[in-house]
Nanobody, 121 residues
Framework: QVQLVESGGGLVQPGGSLRLSCAASGSFFSVYTMGWYRQAPGKQRELVAE???????TYADSVKGRFTISRDNAKNTVYLQMNSLEPEDTAVYLC???????????????WGQGTQVTVSS
C-alpha cells in the first residue's frame, strides 16, 4: 500500500504559524511533484503550493509571501511553513503527490487524508 501521511495541523491565532508535513510511505518506485491543496466548507478546493523534484515552486496568490513549501527528497517528504496566518486560511489541507509505483509504470496522483487548520481568535 501507498500512503501520504500528514501532520502538523491544529488551531492557531491570527498572525501565528504552523508547519505541515507530509511523508510518502509504502511500496513505490519514485515520488515526483508534491504539493498542498486546501478546501474550506462551501468552497472549491484550491492549490496552495507545489514543488517539483528540482525545487521549482508555485504558490497561490493568497498565500504568496506568507507560506513556504519545501521538500526533502531523501525522506520523500514535503513541508508547508505557514506564517502570518489569517482566518481565511482556515481549511482542510490535503497533501498531494505524483507517484510512480514501479519502474515501468505511470506516475499518478495520490492524496493524503487531510489535516485541519483553524485560524481563530
Amino acid at each position: 500500500q501507498v500512503q501520504l501521511v500528514e501532520s502538523g495541523g491544529g488551531l492557531v491565532q491570527p498572525g501565528g504559524s504552523l508547519r505541515l508535513s507530509c511523508a510518502a510511505s509504502g511500496s513505490f518506485f519514485s515520488v515526483y511533484t508534491m504539493g498542498w491543496y486546501r478546501q474550506a466548507p462551501g468552497k472549491q478546493r484550491e492549490l496552495v503550493a507545489e514543488i517539483s523534484v528540482g525545487g521549482r515552486t508555485t504558490y497561490a496568490d493568497s498565500v504568496k509571501g506568507r507560506f513556504t513549501i519545501s521538500r526533502d527528497n531523501a525522506k520523500n517528504t514535503v513541508y508547508l511553513q505557514m506564517n502570518s496566518l489569517e482566518p481565511e486560511d482556515t481549511a482542510v489541507y490535503l497533501c498531494n503527490a505524483y507517484m510512480q509505483l514501479q519502474s515501468g509504470g505511470p506516475a499518478t496522483r495520490y492524496w493524503g487524508q487531510g489535516t485541519q487548520v483553524t485560524v481563530s481568535s
